[in-house]
Each structure stands twice: as C-alpha cells, then as structure tokens.
Nanobody, 125 residues
Framework: QVQLVESGGGLVQAGGSLRLSCAAS????????VGWFRQAPGKEREFVAR????????YYADSVKGRFTISRENAKNTVYLQMNSLKPEDTAVYYC??????????????????WGQGTQVTVSS
C-alpha cells in the first residue's frame, strides 16, 4: 500500500505559478504510476497529468498541455506538478493518485486505488 499527501496549493493571480507536491509513504514508490486529477465545484473529477514509474513517459490533458509539467523524484518518494500561466478555470481541488498498474485509459479516474486528500488551488482573475 501507499499513502499520498498533497501540498503546495493556494491562491494565485491569473498568469501566476504554483508547484504541487505529492509525497508518498513506503519504500516501493518507484513501482507506482502516478496521476494528477482535479475537481472543480459542481463538476466531475478530471484527468490532468500522468507520469510513468521511471518518469520517462508523461501525459497531459489538452487543457493544461504546455502550461503544466509533471515530474518525479523517486529517491524522495515525491511527484510534482509545476503549474504555470494559471487561469481562473484551473481553480479546483487537485488530487494525486497512484497505482501499480492503472486500469482503463490514461484519463480514467477509476483506474487508481490510492488517492491523496487533495489540495485547493484558486486562481483569481
């Protein structure tokens, strides 16, 4: 099992940047695929980005491509989401998720067994 804790959220003006962190417990974190998802008020949780076990392969939602970067440091059991050029529509609770072998497609919310508690990101216009 793995436990995940997100941090780094906050209030930022449009055009600003934030870096989210997802810290994991356990000694086998490098075996897990990790994804970032977000959920805005009144909306369903949606895929943001995903990173492979080694960090060599990444995927992004079209809405964040070119602005967000996912990365990981397995030695620190941490995955990051660098968010630049933030827009008000990026406002949401951001969650990281992990799984040894995620089910479904890259964007599948239901493919992950382990989730963090989320961190709020608010972008003001």
């Amino acid at each position: 099992q793995v436990q995940l804790v997100e941090s780094g959220g906050g209030l930022v003006q449009a055009g600003g940047s934030l870096r989210l962190s997802c810290a994991a417990s356990g000694r086998t974190f490098s075996r897990y695929v990790v994804g970032w998802f977000r959920q805005a008020p009144g909306k369903e949780r949606e895929f943001v980005a995903r990173i492979s076990r080694s960090g060599g392969t990444t995927y992004y939602a079209d809405s964040v491509k070119g602005r967000f970067t996912i990365s990981r440091e397995n030695a620190k059991n941490t995955v990051y989401l660098q968010m630049n050029s933030l827009k008000p529509e990026d406002t949401a609770v951001y969650y990281c998720a992990a799984d040894l072998d995620p089910r479904g497609t890259v964007i599948s919310v239901s493919g992950y067994d382990y989730w963090g508690q989320g961190t709020q990101v608010t972008v003001s216009s």
